[in-house]
């Protein structure tokens, strides 16, 4: 790697570093804060609902201003944006608020994610293809999750142990602060490489045109449409399973005042994101197409969900929790390039925002109703039937698959030919 790349993803890092301790912070006691909130689990997961629909309603929107208007300006807008709903959101479990302002403050939080999916992505693809990078995409995506993986497991083991040493909106302040010093160092360091946006039209034309071409070179490809269509159920039984497995381990432990326990859940996917990124590119070259590891990965996703439903036993879940975390850790990155491969610069941003906002899609309708099946049955039986419903989408990425697009057998290493699978 050439030392323009290598600062190009050495900033891509770092961005991904400060994003992800400053979200983490929250993550191992989320929903313990909505609870403590006054929520029900119903309202808590809508809560979250809400947030996802920011993200649907936002997804585009901000796409179009990372093609337009530049990918720096996008980060810098979600950084400050969600610093202030953060604080937000600790004002209203201050003031114990009712749930209707808890749905306005989630829908901006939405805002503010928006401005970051896509945007840092096509990012850095965009500056890698411009210096001269060589190498393979999963590599660079897998280094990306090791480090989110290492920031995640300090974030929420530090956020569950501060929570318990003094209380749970403490963790939203500190959250706040970080986002506040990742918007002034990528305000010094972040350039747009390899990307020229263009600001002649109108912000209404633009959008209009940004659309046509992202529609064109998205949802009309078919490798690419099914890819995408196949979002919603892996990423809407993720978001409730991630938020679900806090106050479900507490009650497999027999404790539910242990916030520190609670934080485990956060850090053990992270430990798992960790080998996951590190292990995702050999992996990837044991399969001749990128779509045979993603789809194998969701599979042992679902059984992963099934056994953490059915179980009893805390020790169990742990290692569930684990291997759950691992197969998504290796998923992601050979995802990410495979979409990648098969976007064009231009609309890159936007394509990918279309893919988020599929993803946010199910997680608006999947959250609550799997929160209302936790208030009637109980976490297990919820976290079973999100397995199943991730199932819904294997046959959509087998008909990705069967375009056979070229970037479906790109190889991470010319001189490793994968075997046929």
Do not use: C
Not at 160 to 182: N, S
Not at 387 to 405: H, K, T, Y
């Amino acid at each position: 790697m050439n030392p323009a790349s290598r600062r190009v993803q050495r900033i891509y890092l770092v961005l991904l570093l400060g994003n992800t301790l400053a979200a983490s912070f929250i993550w191992g006691i989320n929903t313990l804060f909505l609870l403590d909130a006054g929520l029900s689990n119903f309202e808590a997961f809508a809560a979250n609902a809400f947030f996802t629909a920011g993200m649907v309603i936002f997804e585009i929107p901000t796409g179009v201003v990372a093609d337009t208007v530049g990918r720096k300006a996008s980060y810098l807008l979600g950084t400050i944006t969600l610093s202030v709903t953060t604080a937000l959101y600790w004002l209203l479990w201050l003031w114990q608020s009712p749930f209707v302002w808890w749905a306005i403050v989630s829908v901006l939080l939405g805002l503010g994610f928006t401005f970051f999916s896509g945007a840092v992505e096509a990012w850095l693809v965009d500056a890698l293809t411009s210096t001269g990078y060589a190498g393979s995409l999963e590599a660079v995506f897998g280094r990306g999750l090791v480090v989110t993986g290492i920031a995640m497991f300090a974030g929420s083991v530090l956020g569950g142990v501060l929570a318990q040493a003094t209380d749970l909106g403490v963790p939203f302040l500190v959250r706040a602060g970080i986002l506040v010093v990742m918007f002034v160092y990528a305000f010094i360091v972040m350039r747009d490489l390899g990307f020229t946006p263009d600001r002649s039209r109108g912000p209404l034309k633009a959008t209009r045109l940004v659309l046509t071409e992202s529609v064109e070179h998205g949802l009309k490809r078919r490798s690419v449409r099914y890819i995408i269509l196949s979002a919603p159920f892996a990423s809407g039984v993720g978001f409730y399973a991630f938020y679900a497995l806090q106050p479900y381990l507490l009650e497999l432990y027999g404790d539910p005042s242990a916030y520190s326990i609670a934080g485990l859940a956060a850090a053990i996917l992270s430990l798992a994101q960790i080998a996951g990124g590190v292990l995702a590119p050999r992996i990837r070259v044991l399969f001749a197409r990128r779509t045979s590891t993603v789809i194998l990965a969701s599979l042992v996703s679902v059984v992963s969900l099934v056994i953490l439903g059915v179980n009893s036993l805390f020790w169990l879940a742990v290692i569930m929790l684990m291997v759950w975390g691992f197969v998504f850790a290796v998923a992601e990155p050979v995802r990410q390039a495979y979409l990648n491969d098969m976007i064009p610069s231009k609309q890159r941003a936007t394509v990918l925002s279309f893919d988020s906002l599929f993803g946010s899609l199910g997680g608006v309708f999947i959250q609550p109703a799997l929160g209302r099946s936790a208030d009637i049955w109980g976490y297990g039986a919820s976290l079973v039937i999100g397995g199943l419903v991730e199932l819904i989408g294997v046959p959509i990425m087998l008909a990705s698959r069967r375009q056979r697009d070229p970037a479906d057998t790109r190889t991470v290493q010319a001189d490793a030919p994968a075997p046929e699978t």
